[in-house]
């Protein structure tokens, strides 16, 4: 890979490839080095919205061809990147923050210019799920990017009992309009008891990363209008293994008993903790005793 090597002083062209370039999440500071020169030298930048790539651009003084790739046009894109890749050109693919083709636009077209046989170099940069999860202090060794849940209810609730018994830390991605009613299904699928970190708008000005018990996280929501807005990251701790999961079911178990009659304390501990009932039952006539 010693030809794609990029460096400042290098007064050179780039040899043809398609350059997969991440940009700031927020804070323009965090642009890479290797990704300025890149875009110095991309004889044509793709880009998710051209009006917002631009404003990017015209901030470093870059002026360069844009071509539109959006998730409404990428095979249409895919043809033309390849087109300007085999008549020698070098091509930039940008989104419009963080990492092309993670949980954006790209991912296809990047396939297409491989099976054309065309050479994709990362300059890699800014990732709105890395950034979250360095900040986040999950104990989990382990996680699982799974990106943007289902937008309608029905079908995120059934990916998130899916995603119920998995040892990860889960890591999602989410829009402000959605995010309430998404840790809302998560709160009512998973363990109560698992923690939750909420990341919203990572390297800008309103900047927050919170963590709390997955229970408590849509009343933290809804406490205050602020917290629901930006683009968010949520970090959900794994699934507890049974020596946990059997001590988060007593806990709750416990505090049941305390309010409600004993069957009803046992129906409700099932559904909240996934516990069998008639386990529960015996538990609960221990605990009474």
């Not at 990047?110 to 300059?123: D, F, L, Q």
Request: neutral net charge.
């Amino acid at each position: 890979m010693s030809e794609a090597r990029i460096s400042a002083g290098d007064e050179g062209g780039l040899p043809p490839a398609l350059y997969v370039v991440a940009t700031p999440l927020g804070n323009l500071g965090d642009i890479t080095l290797r990704a300025l020169e890149t875009l110095r030298r991309a004889q044509v930048i793709a880009c998710e919205d051209t009006r917002h790539t631009r404003r990017l651009l015209e901030h470093f003084g870059i002026g360069a061809k844009l071509l539109a790739l959006h998730e409404h046009n990428e095979e249409e894109a895919a043809r033309r990147l390849n087109d300007l890749l085999a008549a020698g050109k070098t091509v930039a693919m940008v989104s419009d923050a963080g990492t092309p083709a993670i949980s954006d636009p790209g991912a296809r077209a990047v396939a297409r210019v491989r099976a054309a046989g065309h050479r994709v170099v990362p300059i890699p940069g800014p990732n709105a799920a890395i950034a979250a999860l360095s900040a986040a202090g999950v104990a989990d060794a382990h996680f699982l990017f799974y990106g943007f849940l289902p937008a309608k209810s029905g079908a995120r609730r059934s990916e998130i009992e899916a995603l119920r018994p998995l040892p990860f830390a889960l890591v999602f991605y989410e829009a402000p309009h959605r995010v309430a009613d998404t840790v809302s299904d998560l709160a009512a699928l998973l363990e109560a008891s698992r923690t939750v970190i909420v990341a919203r708008e990572l390297t800008k000005l309103f900047e927050s990363v919170e963590a709390m018990p997955l229970g408590g996280a849509g009343a933290w929501l809804a406490a205050d209008e602020n917290r629901r807005r930006g683009e968010f990251v949520l970090i959900v701790s794994g699934a507890p293994g049974d020596e946990g999961r059997d001590r988060d079911a007593e806990r709750i178990l416990r505090l049941l008993l305390a309010e409600l009659p004993l069957k009803q304390a046992v129906k409700l501990a099932a559904e909240i903790t996934g516990a069998h009932r008639n386990a529960l039952y015996r538990q609960a006539l221990d605990l009474k005793e």
